[in-house]
């Protein structure tokens, strides 16, 4: 990845995956909602070594302006070779029970307003029959619970999303990579108490340009959630609905 | 996790912490009118990073570059970046922190704040004198650009400043050249306290780098005996030098993964590490290169070394006191008295400080012999020692470092820091610290004061 446009920079993870593709010397088109925070986030890739940094402030909620980002990072970078979806929201799960506006909050912002993205991404790397999407979704995708499922669906529904996106791009050359972090000490999860389970995001960081570059499907950051998720994911639901998660 | 000092000691408690990750927006206004405080990478000893009963602006998130220009050497960063980072960013590019203390892992901010100093103390001064600029963020939500030339006395004030006058959240370093990472160094043993003070001086001039390690379990003849370090930057002829294992000895990257029972550390041991430092040099001054990374930072490559000192902490001890016969017979007692107490010091440093001025009036460092040690906490009997260290260096005219002290009263303060009543004006009203209260007489944990939340 040479030419990439990352999408929620200013996240934890973003920022500092960011850091490692500035070391490496890419060029990068950032994009966030807040000006102040990109520009900081900007000067830092710069100082790092990136070949060439752009922002762009943008509320990814507006689906409206995806064609014509994607178009406008492609004319900054002089084409695009990656990108990497890292915008999301947590949501109130209990909020999200109440009200479906809530729900519907979350949806759009991890789910609908990721594949209006990956439209016209996927049809640029299709075309080009070269690329990588690196798609941040999470271990909660794997398995309803009631303590965060409105999340885990959006990020389920994601995972759906990308395997079938994957199996369609696997005969241009395009990798489509789903990352699925556990817990990370990230200001998403500031409220939250932490425990051994918590990852940095650095070591999340380091994790997804290895994936990135393996050209992996899916992915566990750190790696020990892989076998969690699977036992998770093997119990069965008439005992899972009983459980306390 | 509960945030401590590196000395873990003292512990308090009902510390909240409040993370700062952006310099653009304001600081957190405590909840329920609470005091603030900086937090960067808690090296600081004892409790000038603590702030019981209040909040920690924690800025370990607030680690960004803004700019470097490779020309100049000039670095602007965000205050929580590490001196380990800039090193990792400028290094191969040629240049090197101007001024760096025992450890790679403290912040920007802490450095500034701390005012710290390093091996070259007698030809560069403390950091602080290579921080030509830096932007202060008060609880008010005024800002201002620190420098010489503009608000020259906020610029004095929070050199030194113990973090006590608003969050510093960017600030520009002049980096020094270096043209290869190694560093010339020469090892020559010195048989007493006596025999450090001619070597100390007639290395001044030659030697950007100078530190002495003593043996602290020696009394009598042999008091203060130990090893004298002195090197420079290697020159250019050694750039091709390609870089091994023996360069990096003692490199392990290890980590001390528990608390070491109290027993651990014990006379016994403490007398077996020193001796067999001592003797390992064989008595024979020698020369070799080293890489820059186990010169300055040898113990960097213990993670958590701290924990040797098992759950209670440890307690340093830093001095700095007059190139005299005061001064000396001062330094006799105090490595007299810590050979004598049941639990010797661990590390015992000795460095002579130059006169370059720094700008921050509460800056620790002045002309003079600087001596530190640690002591494990055995409780009272070690705070009756160091307070007893603490009183012959107030009587030598010499004065205590507050970035490794836990135990200080306010009128040593007083006596060591007569610049204190012209910085308590710029101290921020929401901004407070465990030592600070400890050293104005003030209550440990400070009740919020009416109207003073939001300064």
């Known amino acids: 990845m040479k030419k990439v446009l990352v999408l929620g920079a200013t996240s934890a993870i973003a920022q500092s995956t960011v850091?490692?593709?500035?070391?490496?010397?890419a060029s990068l088109y950032l994009v966030g909602r807040n000006t102040e925070r990109l520009e900081a986030v900007a000067k830092d890739a710069r100082t790092r070594g990136a070949a060439r940094v752009e922002t762009e402030t943008l509320d990814l909620d507006d689906a409206t302006q995806h064609e014509a980002l994607v178009e406008r990072a492609a004319a900054a970078l002089g084409g695009l070779d990656g990108a990497l979806l890292a915008h999301g929201i947590l949501g109130n799960q209990e909020a999200a029970q109440r009200s479906y506006a809530e729900a519907e909050k979350v949806l759009r912002t991890n789910f609908l307003s990721a594949v209006s993205l990956l439209t016209p991404l996927a049809n640029r790397f299709e075309a080009q029959k070269a690329g990588t999407l690196v798609v941040i979704s999470s271990v909660a995708g794997d398995r309803g619970r009631q303590s965060n499922y409105v999340y885990g669906a959006s990020k389920g529904a994601l995972n759906v999303f990308l395997q079938g996106l994957r199996n369609r791009l696997a005969r241009s050359g395009v990798a489509v990579v789903t990352v699925k972090p556990g817990f990370v000490d990230t200001p998403m999860t500031a409220a939250m108490k932490k425990n051994a389970l918590f990852a940095q995001p650095e070591k999340v960081a380091r994790g997804i340009l290895r994936a990135?570059?393996?050209?992996?499907?899916?992915v566990y950051l750190p790696g020990f959630w892989g076998p969690i998720m699977f036992a998770i994911r093997g119990i069965p639901e008439r005992v899972f609905k009983r459980m306390k998660l | 996790m509960e945030l401590q000092s590196w000395g873990r000691y003292p512990r308090v408690t009902q510390q909240r912490e409040r993370p700062v990750t952006w310099t653009t927006e304001p600081l957190p206004v405590p909840a329920g009118g609470g005091t603030l405080l900086p937090y960067g990478q808690g090296r600081s000893y004892g409790d000038s990073c603590l702030n019981a009963g209040g909040s920690l602006l924690t800025t370990a998130r607030l680690d960004r570059f803004l700019d470097f220009n490779p020309a100049t050497g000039v670095l602007r960063c965000e205050s929580g970046v590490t001196l380990d980072a800039i090193l990792r960013l400028v290094t191969w590019q040629g240049w090197f922190l101007p001024v760096t203390p025992g450890t790679k892992f403290v912040s920007v901010g802490g450095a500034i704040a701390n005012d710290v100093h390093g091996k070259n103390h007698h030809q560069a001064g403390t950091f602080g004198r290579?921080?030509?600029?830096?932007?202060?963020?008060?609880?008010d939500g005024s800002r201002r650009v620190c420098s010489l030339e503009e608000n020259r006395d906020w610029y004095e004030a929070t050199i030194g400043g113990l973090g006590l006058t608003g969050l510093i959240t960017w600030a520009d370093i002049q980096l020094r050249r270096m043209s290869n990472p190694y560093i010339?160094?020469?090892t020559l043993p010195f048989g007493s306290l006596d025999e450090f003070l001619p070597l100390a001086h007639e290395s001044e001039a030659d030697y950007e780098f100078t530190v002495a390690w003593v043996d602290s379990l020696?009394?009598?003849r042999r008091l203060g005996r130990g090893l004298f370090y002195r090197g420079n930057h290697a020159p250019p002829q050694f750039d091709a030098v390609p870089l091994t294992r023996s360069h990096l000895s003692r490199q392990s990257g290890l980590a001390v993964p528990f608390d070491f029972p109290g027993f651990a550390l014990n006379r016994l041991s403490v007398a077996a590490f020193n001796w067999l430092y001592y003797h390992r040099q064989r008595g024979k001054p020698s020369e070799g290169l080293v890489h820059y990374d186990p010169f300055f930072y040898p113990l960097d490559g213990v993670h958590r070394w701290n924990r040797i000192y098992g759950r209670r902490g440890f307690l340093q001890f830093q001095c700095v006191v007059p190139a005299s016969d005061t001064g000396m017979a001062a330094l006799r007692e105090i490595l007299e008295r810590g050979a004598r107490s049941g639990m010797p010091s661990f590390l015992t440093v000795l460095k002579m400080f130059g006169d370059v001025p720094s700008p921050g009036w509460m800056s620790f460092p002045r002309r003079?012999?600087?001596?530190?040690?640690?002591?494990?906490?055995?409780g009272e009997r070690t705070y009756r020692l160091v307070a007893e260290l603490d009183r012959v260096t107030r009587e030598?005219?010499?004065?205590?470092?507050?970035?490794?002290?836990?135990?200080?009263?306010p009128e040593s303060f007083a006596a060591y820091y007569p610049e204190r009543e012209r910085f308590a004006r710029y101290v921020d009203p929401a901004f407070?610290?465990?030592?600070w209260r400890r050293v104005n007489n003030l209550p440990a944990h400070l009740p919020s004061p009416a109207g003073r939340g939001t300064g």
């Open chain 1, 19 to 25: 850091r490692l593709l500035s070391a490496r010397g």
């Open chain 1, 212 to 218: 990135a570059d393996a050209r992996k499907d899916e």
């Open chain 2, 130 to 139: 290579h921080v030509p600029r830096f932007e202060l963020l008060r609880s």
């Open chain 2, 184 to 186: 010339l160094q020469e």
């Open chain 2, 218 to 220: 020696e009394k009598g």
């Open chain 2, 368 to 378: 003079g012999m600087t001596l530190a040690l640690d002591f494990a906490n055995r």
């Open chain 2, 396 to 409: 030598a005219g010499g004065r205590v470092y507050p970035a490794k002290d836990a135990r200080m009263g």
């Open chain 2, 432 to 435: 407070s610290s465990s030592f």
